[in-house]
């Protein structure tokens, strides 16, 4: 598959792809850590351009991939035509993930990249690929360190490549999910210090899947003990509050989270603010 632009890009954005296609092309084959999110597709997509069978993207399958986000994943790799593959992470068997510590991050990707590592070798030396961009660096991502120790390489951060450029460029090679929301793993709706579960996970997992079959496609559950807060973009909560002042539809939605095991469930009248819980962090 070759992609065409279906728009004009500026000048500097046409020149990181084209030093993006070089450096792929060069690579003898890869391996990319795929979540199926904006940044990683687009890596495997050119991936797949360039090096045709010689790339192959890797989904890391555990309780705290949303279930939904697993089949966008597959679906997504079958329209690049990059082969894909799922393995299972134990990352809930090791305490410094579970017990949920300020850089929990960093034992998720260790987990991930040993298990990438040998794939890697097995391939034939490939290189392991992240979807890493250039705002990433100025974010609290303790899971780079773990990239950085395995030589995981990022090639839209080495290329000075921001969030937006990669979904400029996404939508300028006609990638469907250009605009596709930001979703971090469910172990993010956890405050730090509270621990993490396979239960845990697949409660939220469950309360965020509910609000999205009543229409709310982009939404968190933040977990707080056994209480749940709903946390939706500031541009949706007048259609919430107003939505939920009708009792059968409030009644519904308390009903359907206290069925969960939640014991009481809230609406985050700040809305839905990406990496809110790094404010409590020690």
Same mark, same amino acid.
């Given at each position: 598959?070759?992609?065409?632009?279906?728009?004009?890009?500026?000048?500097d954005l046409e020149a990181a792809l084209s030093s993006l296609r070089r450096q792929?092309?060069?690579?003898p084959r890869v391996v990319v850590a795929y979540s199926g999110g904006v940044d990683s597709t687009l890596v495997a997509a050119l991936a797949v351009e360039q090096l045709a069978e010689r790339a192959v993207a890797i989904?890391?399958?555990?309780p705290a991939l949303a279930p939904h986000l697993r089949q966008e994943a597959a679906e997504q790799a079958r329209w690049l035509g990059i082969a894909h593959r799922e393995i299972p992470t134990a990352e809930l068997a090791d305490p410094a993930y579970?017990?949920?510590?300020?850089?929990?991050?960093?034992?998720?990707k260790r987990e991930l990249h040993q298990l990438l590592a040998p794939i890697a070798a097995a391939a034939g030396a490939a290189l392991v690929l992240d979807g890493v961009n250039r705002?990433?660096?100025?974010?609290?991502?303790?899971?780079?360190r773990a990239a950085r120790e395995f030589g995981v390489r990022s090639p839209l951060a080495e290329l000075q490549i921001d969030k937006a450029g990669v979904r400029r460029l996404s939508r300028a090679m006609g990638l469907p999910w250009w605009d596709k929301p930001a979703q971090p793993c469910l172990?993010?709706?956890?405050?730090?210090?509270?621990?993490?579960?396979?239960?845990? $996970? &697949?409660?939220?997992?469950a309360a #965020?899947?509910? $609000? &999205?079959?009543?229409?709310?496609? #982009?939404?968190?559950?933040r977990s707080q003990g056994s209480a749940a807060r709903i946390e939706l973009p500031a541009a949706r909560l007048a259609a919430a509050l107003d939505a939920w002042r009708d009792a059968d539809q409030r009644g519904a939605l308390v009903a359907a989270f206290l069925q969960?095991?939640?014991?009481?469930v809230a609406l985050d009248l700040e809305g839905l603010v990406s990496g809110k819980l790094n404010r409590e962090r020690p």
């Open positions: 598959m070759s992609f065409s632009l279906l728009e004009a890009l500026p000048a792929l092309a060069a690579f989904t890391g399958v555990s579970a017990s949920n510590p300020s850089d929990r991050c960093y034992a998720c705002d990433d660096l100025d974010d609290h991502r303790p899971g780079l172990a993010s709706r956890f405050p730090y210090g509270e621990p993490i579960t396979a239960t845990g $996970l &697949r409660r939220v997992a #965020e899947d509910w $609000l &999205r079959q009543q229409g709310w496609s #982009e939404v968190r559950v969960l095991g939640f014991t009481a």
